[in-house]
């Protein structure tokens, strides 16, 4: 006997209420983790056909080997089904995890139910089978273990992987028990099918061809002979292993490396330590974590209080389910689902809540079965075990709900597993890209990189983002000693070598920056090589080099049109090359992607004033000044349109203005200075030349201005010495023209 499709229906429906109340505030939380290089960054997203494609326009069927879904097909193209419709808002890639967790919550309650029916139990269970199978999918559905598979959009693979391997079990004990032959044939296919389709998911299925041939001898045959009355079923299971093969070739990769290497008695010993933590996580889910510290047994004096707490659980387990197959079945098969990770050192990974998902599922029935038994014994009744049940459910469901809080963000997800695992450097170093990602000054990101790489002094990644954060504080010789180390670690990190090209650039080494960047130019591919392209560009200007410069900015925004930086920079770069309708040009394209900022708006008016466009130059920095009223910049350059305009009283506001903001400002000073002058007001503009001279000894232009300020108010014996340096320096300078028209000044005196 079989769940009714009204009772399956009926169960799927209260799941799906169930589920959605408890995970419906997380739908909208951010990605994390690996989902940025499982959705956000995974090229074989963006398009459904060809489902296979090529390396260099790849199809949902063929994901990037160092993608989390390499390897996986069928995970990947459910994600790229997501994007087409969704985009990348999350929260339509989490309704389709919920979906798929209540469908494997009801073929659970389908499965146990069908179990519970089977001749073996004898009629034990043939009142309660169903109200047993239901609090099973109840309590499995709502354990605060499971929220990492469903809420973490990347685990799809572990949700498909979980519902095909249920759904393999059921349909093969749906064909051991069909009616008649045909439905026996079909529900074979079926099996097989499922089975095949989870080994395109995610690997754990490895074992479901055991697991299946250890309950038909556990439940329905009395002999491992028996089994050979099903050769083609497990012929058919069996097969699913070449496409497991097929899809491996090539290895784990991108799993581990030269550092992060354990030896397998290392990687074994730990092991036990984390087998206990999956135990003491499914009696009692707190804390949960999005990653665990890899804190590492190497040594038998660490290994063996774990190592024998371990033999102890594992013998009184043992000794619970010897004699009783139906625990025994559940107890094995959990191992087997574990074993790949328990046996294969994946030392980036050392425990992980979403490998509990389908061991949970059984050691879930388990429990509720096991405990109907204890209570019928002690002569508990029906309203009793519901009320037991429902309360389970709620303290479940309730920590599940606070759980799901740490979700919100990327950074409330990092910040809880750094208080959960505060010697994990992975949460450390992630609750610093989280922090950087959200805007945060730069200095509030240190702290997490520094403690990263206390606890791990190799990690290349907290050195590249450590070098970057510093390199914003203008702390360039500090972050160029991090970088240097990075790249001894790996000489081909392109965030390290593009991250030291800046740095080598601002604290005044160009010509030795061009070196890293250019070889990060060669390994990046297209989008990201946007920022080297820029940042190439700006060691070039610094060392004179603008027309190469501007080559590399135009290759930048040919790659990426809607960059705001390179095309900001491309502005500047050909203003400082004199081509300045190219640079309106520039400076246009940028405001018609950020029309409110106000450094372009600043860049746009003096392109503008410098092509004697004054009156549009005027307009664009009162706009500039809307958007920045106390920036000196805009003030001075706003005055400066105005004086070539002829309206130099509304200049002089402007320009007294600029200098209240900045007394300091050289144009604001020298400008106001020659207006002053211009107004015959020579004894006040005396006192701005004069400032304008300390500021910039080397001006030339405030030296002769200052001079014919002195010679006004009558002091030419001040005024001639001053010429005269003025002259200097105009010479020294390439100024002829102007170093001419002092010269005729002298001349007259």
């Known amino acids: 006997m079989t769940a009714s499709p009204a009772r399956t229906l009926g169960t799927f429906a209260l799941l799906t209420l169930v589920v959605g109340a408890i995970y419906g505030r997380a739908l909208p939380a951010p990605f994390i983790f690996d989902d940025r290089l499982a959705i956000v960054e995974n090229p074989s997203l963006l398009r459904l056909w060809p489902l296979v494609g090529d390396a260099h326009e790849r199809g949902p069927l063929n994901p990037p080997p160092l993608a989390p879904t390499a390897r996986r097909p069928l995970p990947n193209w459910t994600l790229a089904v997501d994007r087409h419709f969704y985009g990348l808002e999350p929260a339509g890639y989490r309704v389709t995890n919920l979906v798929l967790h209540t469908l494997t919550a009801t073929v659970l309650a389908v499965l146990v139910e069908g179990s519970l029916l089977l001749p073996y139990f004898g009629g034990v269970f043939a009142g309660v089978a169903a109200p047993l199978a239901l609090a099973t999918a109840l309590v499995w559905a709502v354990h605060p273990l499971v929220t990492e598979a469903v809420v973490y959009v990347t685990q799809r693979t572990e949700l498909l992987a979980a519902f095909f391997y249920l759904v393999t079990l059921c349909a093969a004990l749906r064909h051991w028990t069909a009616p008649s032959a045909s439905a026996a044939r079909a529900w074979l296919v079926v099996a097989i099918a499922c089975c095949w389709l989870g080994m395109a998911s995610k690997e754990v299925m490895a074992s479901a061809p055991f697991v299946v041939a250890l309950y038909q001898r556990t439940f329905l045959v009395d002999s491992w002979r028996a089994l050979r009355r099903s050769t083609p079923l497990y012929v058919g299971l069996a097969s699913s292993w070449l496409l497991l093969i097929g899809l491996s070739v090539g290895g784990i990769g991108g799993l581990a490396d030269a550092r992060h290497h354990v030896a397998p008695l290392v990687w074994w010993a730990t092991q036990t330590k984390i087998v206990l933590l999956y135990l003491e996580l499914t009696l009692w889910p707190w804390p949960l974590a999005i990653h665990y510290a890899p804190n590492f ?178 702390r360039s010789e500090e972050a160029r000693r991090h970088l240097e180390r990075a790249l001894v670690l790996d000489p081909d990190d392109v965030v390290a070598l593009n991250n030291l090209g800046i740095a080598l650039t601002r604290t005044g080494h160009a010509e030795q920056a061009l070196a890293p960047l250019s070889r990060a130019l060669e390994l990046q591919p297209d989008q990201p090589k946007v920022k080297v392209h820029v940042n190439l560009a700006n060691a070039l200007l610094a060392l004179g080099r603008v027309d190469d410069a501007i080559g590399h900015l135009e290759r930048a925004v040919a790659l990426a049109p809607d960059d705001v930086d390179a095309r900001y920079n491309l502005g500047g770069a050909l203003m400082r090359a004199g081509r300045t309708l190219a640079a309106i040009v520039a400076f246009e394209a940028v405001l018609t992607l950020a029309p409110d900022d106000g450094e372009t708006q600043n860049n746009l008016g003096s392109a503008l004033l410098g092509d004697g466009q004054t009156d549009r130059a005027i307009a664009v920095f009162r706009r500039a000044l809307g958007q920045r009223p106390d920036n000196a910049n805009v003030l001075a350059n706003l005055g400066t349109a105005l004086l070539v305009a002829g309206r130099r009283d509304e200049a002089m506001t402007q320009l007294e203005a600029a200098l209240r903001v900045s007394p300091a400002h050289l144009n604001a000073q020298r400008n106001l200075a020659s207006a002053l002058l211009d107004a015959g007001r020579p004894g006040e503009a005396v006192a701005h030349f004069e400032r304008a001279v300390r500021l910039d000894p080397n001006d030339a232009v405030s030296r002769f201005r200052c001079a014919l300020a002195y010679e006004a108010i009558g002091r030419r014996d001040d005024a001639l010495p001053l010429a005269r340096a003025a002259l200097v320096l105009a010479q020294e300078q390439g100024q002829a023209a102007f170093a001419a028209e002092i010269t005729a000044w002298l001349s007259s005196r």
């Open 297 to 474: 047994l190497r040594t038998f004096g660490a290994a063996w209080p774990w190592l024998v707490a371990f033999t102890v659980v594992a013998a009184t387990i043992v000794a619970a389910v010897w004699r009783r197959p139906a625990a025994r079945f559940v107890v094995i098969a959990a191992v087997l689902v574990l074993a790949p990770t328990l046996v294969v050192p994946l030392p980036k990974m050392i425990a992980a809540e979403r490998r509990m998902y389908v061991p949970l599922a059984g050691l879930v029935a388990l429990a509720v079965v096991g405990g109907h038994r204890w209570l019928v014994a002690r002569g508990g009744r029906g309203r009793l075990e519901a009320s037991v049940a429902a309360a389970l459910v709620l303290l479940l469901a309730g920590v599940s709900v606070v759980r799901l809080a740490a979700y919100d963000t990327v950074e409330s997800i990092w910040r809880d597993t750094v208080r959960r695992q505060p010697d994990d450097p992975m949460a450390h170093y992630n609750l610093g890209v989280a922090l950087l990602d959200a805007g945060r000054p730069p200095a509030e990101t240190l702290p997490s990189f520094e403690e990263a790489l206390r606890l791990d002094p190799d990690y290349p990644s907290a050195l590249d983002n450590l070098g970057m954060a510093l390199n914003k504080l203008d």
